[in-house]
């Protein structure tokens, strides 16, 4: 059986090769997540993590701040880079070779794949005292029980298991897979000394989707790149034409970007 540092590493370098695909179908943050994080910072020097194509980035570097980016995938890289025309690090939070201290450390989509034995440990050591923790997820709960159901009804016909459904029913599904979704992060935001867990604030919005476009979202996800590449083709064609024919070629995906929040103390 597969042990959780392969799982790790073949799920979190799985999205290069659909690079493209990941920057136009994964959800954007909303600008009042950018506006609340640069409020927070005591400072413009910010460190992001898994920084992917860029999605965060660009919001961040709007609110006039000096952000490092530092991203494992180049072909990830490259998108954040012709986006912002800024320079990418490309390597492991756990391999970067820092040059902190920073105000900000910032994750958007990442953290779960970060080493869990040493990430907090090495989050206090490149912030600075009164630096800011921010770790955001998109999680988006599609309502519309009849899709769901639906949805549900054709991965069983495949054959999948509840760990492999994926986006289903929280499009966080990526990081519930790897820790405990009803306490985590926050136990471990709260668990570090040298850190004051401040909560999280969340910011609600409505995005509506074509079956195509849901179905280049699933494709994007780490669970359809790292299944059979015919059995995720065959199953995001099963479940597009099922929302085209069924649903009147409508999703309804109401999202909620949450950011989980700590300061360093000392």
């Not at 952000?67 to 756990?94: H, K, Y």
């Not at 899709?147 to 991965?155: D, E, G, P």
């Not at 179905?215 to 199953?235: K, V």
């Not at 099922?242 to 999703?251: G, K, Q």
């Amino acid at each position: 059986m597969e042990d959780e540092e392969a799982y790790m590493e073949r799920h979190a370098l799985s999205f290069g090769g659909v690079a493209r695909v990941y920057d136009d179908a994964r959800p954007d943050y909303p600008d009042e997540l950018f506006e609340y994080i640069a409020g927070k910072l005591p400072g413009p020097k910010v460190l992001e993590i898994g920084a992917g194509t860029g999605k965060a980035t660009a919001g961040l570097l709007d609110q006039g701040l000096t952000v490092t980016a530092i991203e494992p995938d180049p072909r990830m890289a490259a998108i954040l880079a012709s986006r912002t025309g800024e320079q990418v690090e490309i390597a492991t939070f756990e391999s970067f070779a820092a040059a902190g201290p920073y105000d900000g450390l910032i994750s958007a989509q990442a953290w779960h794949w970060t080493d869990r034995e040493t990430r907090m440990d090495r989050a206090a050591a490149l912030l600075r005292p009164g630096g800011f923790l921010g770790l955001v997820w998109n999680c988006g709960p599609l309502r519309q029980e009849e899709i769901v159901a639906a949805i549900r009804a054709i991965y069983d016909d495949f054959g999948l298991s509840d760990l492999d459904r994926p986006g289903e029913p929280i499009v966080r599904a990526e990081a519930e897979a790897i820790q405990d979704p009803r306490t985590w992060p926050g136990d471990e935001l709260a668990a570090h000394p040298g850190f004051e867990y401040l909560g999280s604030v969340l910011f609600p919005w409505q995005e509506d989707l074509s079956a195509a476009e849901f179905g280049a979202y699933l494709r994007s996800t780490s669970y359809f790149q790292t299944l059979a590449p015919e059995t995720g083709d065959s199953l995001i064609e099963t479940i597009t034409t099922t929302i085209h024919r069924d649903f009147d070629d409508l999703v309804t995906v109401e999202w909620t970007t949450q950011c989980y929040e700590a300061v360093r103390l000392g």
